[in-house]
Every structure is written in C-alpha cells, then in structure tokens.
C-alpha cells in the first residue's frame, strides 16, 4: 500500500499509479474493493496519513467505574448457569447503583457515563424481573 501515487481522474473513475506487479496505473475503485479498503483509509493513506486507526484510551476514572461495576456484580449478582447473564437482586435500580459507586470512589464519572460504562462492558448484568408466571396466589 505505501507504493499507492496519486493518479488522474478520467472522467468518473479516479485512477493512480502502482508499483507493484508490474501495474501502471489502477482504478482506485476496482483497487479498494479487491482489497477490501473502505474510503476513509483509502482517503487517508492517499494523503499520507497514517491508514490505521487508533483506539481512544479510556480516562482513569472509566477504568475505575469498570473495576468497581466489576466488583459489584461479582458480589451482589447471581450467575446463571444457563445463560450468560448476571442478574442484579429483585428491584435493584441503576440510579441506586450509581449513588452507591459515587459514594466509594473518590472521582466518580458522570450518571450518563456510568450508564454507557455498564451498556458497553457489562451488557450481560442485568436486573431480576419478578415472574409472572410463580407470582399470583391462587
């Protein structure tokens, strides 16, 4: 890819040099789809930017509420052997949750991004439901 020129434009198709095999020139469309390259790297190596994008590192105090939710599933959550779900004790609220991790941490994120932090990491730790089904009396 680093022996990827700039090329021409011929009327709808873009084509560029290519060093390799012995090609002259390639239509970057045809190149992109054989090589299975989405625009916005083809965009970027074209351009001479680095083609590979780079994961965000996750702020220390992301890393804390993961440690801590972590903890307080291995703790208070039921496995279930069926499943891959951690259930939470019967009416357990997220809100609950979050006040209860602000008050043991000394930097707590915001609500919102502890929200995103138990969606993203801990989809599999949810809250027990009451059954319908063991519930009524008859």
Known sequence: MDKLR???KNSRW???S???LGFNTV???AFRLIMGVDKNTM???RSGLNPIKKERSQSEGTVEAIT???SYASLYGDRMPDRKEVLLPLKTQKRNVYQLYSKETRQPVSSSTFDSVWSNHFSHLKIKKVCKEFSAVS
């Open 18 to 20: 290519l060093d390799i």
């Open 14 to 16: 873009t084509y560029a």
């Open 68 to 70: 801590w939710l972590e």
């Open 6 to 8: 700039t090329g021409f």
């Open 43 to 45: 965009t970027r190596l």
């Open 27 to 29: 239509c970057l469309n």
